[in-house]
């Protein structure tokens, strides 16, 4: 088989959680019949003026040596074409230019990498979050998922419903997966509660007519994260899946909203993040209300 033109990039730093990332991406690869790319940032912080040429050489060839045999274990163990590269620069910046180059379907990564894990999420992990050119799957626990038989579909009012859904309906094709959808409601407001109940009618309706498996729930509550969070651990699931739904702040810079952010930092479920496509989105008729 020859390798294929599909890419999923891990950031690699030899952390347990990026190991542990690495291994969860394993059945994304299969399923979607990609190649993985490992990838290895020396930070700017490293590249000091006092560290002289041989010694910076020095410093890249131990990396490759380490980062190649990596890949060819992991090549062995799950049966895929395994690239490397190695970049230098900023983190979040380099991983970003990779996917980009490369055409990633996807990036994995551990949350905890070379910034450590906070409270909040680690800034590197929530720039590529925030600012990749492909989906972001975040591994912040320490467990093992070996499928992905529960998928968590939090919905809301915003435009990009269409996107999300179209990507779980894909998702939950290569995993054989079913999709549990949830709204939080957080006010009594008639119009907006009737709004939220047709629109959850129309995705299990849409959803299901993909002969996939689907649940709907509504829940009360005052935080939205949290309940999604809650929600999703009672379903046992294996990945929640989120836009990013990024706005403008006062310096123009697009950030990450504060319930996608919560969610991220508040559960060990991996989580995937999907930035809104800039292109108007058409192709869902059924959602338009």
């Keep these: 088989m020859p390798p294929s033109k599909n890419h999923i990039l891990v950031p690699i730093d030899f952390s347990e959680q990026s190991m542990i990332a690495l291994g969860q ?51 062995q163990k799950a049966g895929l074409f395994v690239h490397t590269l190695i970049a230098k620069g900023k983190v979040y910046e380099e991983i970003q230019k990779a996917a980009k180059k490369l055409k990633c379907s996807f990036i994995v990564m551990g949350t905890n990498g070379s910034v450590g894990l906070k409270k909040f999420i680690g800034s590197n992990a929530l720039r590529v979050v925030r600012e990749a050119p492909c989906p972001v799957i975040t591994i912040k626990g320490k467990k093992h998922r070996p499928g992905c038989k529960h998928i968590v579909l939090p919905l809301d009012l915003s435009k990009e419903t269409k996107e ?38 129309q995705v299990f309706e849409h959803i299901k007519n993909h002969d996939i498996v689907c649940t709907s729930e509504f829940i009360q509550g005052d935080d939205v994260s949290e309940e999604v969070v809650n929600f999703a651990k009672k379903m046992k699931a294996d990945l929640i899946m989120i836009m990013t739904q990024q706005e403008m702040n006062w310096t123009d810079i697009m950030f990450i909203s504060s319930s996608a952010q919560e969610i991220i930092n508040g559960t060990d479920i991996p989580v995937l993040s999907i930035r809104p496509s800039k292109k108007k989105d058409t192709t869902l008729s059924v959602f338009e209300y």
């Design 25 to 75: 991406s394993y059945n994304l690869a299969r399923l979607s019949k990609a190649d993985l790319t490992l990838i290895y940032v020396i930070e700017e912080s490293f590249q000091l003026p006092f560290f002289s040429k041989n010694e910076d050489k020095s410093l890249e060839k131990k990396i490759q040596k380490e980062l190649t045999k990596l890949a060819e274990e992991t090549s």
């Design 164 to 201: 999300k859904v179209r990507n779980a309906i894909e998702f939950a094709r290569m995993f054989g997966s079913i999709v549990h959808l949830v709204s939080v409601l957080t006010t009594d407001d008639e119009f907006i509660v009737k709004k939220l109940k047709r629109q959850m009618n």
